[in-house]
């Protein structure tokens, strides 16, 4: 599967537990930020954390690296990977419930404005 094609699917979960998704993907040359990820995904209840896409094999670059650990020391959410391991965010996060599976049968997003438990 290609890197946009995952892009497409980890967007459309998000959209589905009620995120807006920013992409900053580029074909081309741009001119940001070096490791920008792909996605800024924000949610009323959670707040925004990033996503980098990967589709499986796929590897980060230095800048990508670099991104993810000041991310991670600036304690703001980053998502490394394809749809299983947005999944698996959404759910530690409590906006997802249900088994993990490969497409989105079985999965009961959260109301936003349920209480955590």
Known sequence: M?????AYRVALLY???GC????????????????LPDFYVLHP???GFWHEVKR????????QRAFELTCR???VGYVLGG?????????????LVGPTMTDLTGFR???IDAEKP
């Not at 999944?87 to 906006?95: E, I, S, V």
């Open 15 to 17: 959209k589905g537990v």
């Open 73 to 75: 020391s600036a304690k």
């Open 45 to 47: 209840r959670l707040g």
């Open 56 to 63: 499986e094999g796929g590897k980060q670059s230095l800048g």
């Open 2 to 6: 290609l890197e946009k094609q995952v």
């Open 83 to 95: 749809v299983e391991e947005a999944r698996t965010y959404l759910t530690a996060c409590g906006l």
């Open 20 to 35: 807006s998704v920013y992409s900053t993907q580029q074909t081309r040359r741009s001119r940001q930020a070096v490791g």
């Open 109 to 111: 997003p959260i109301p």
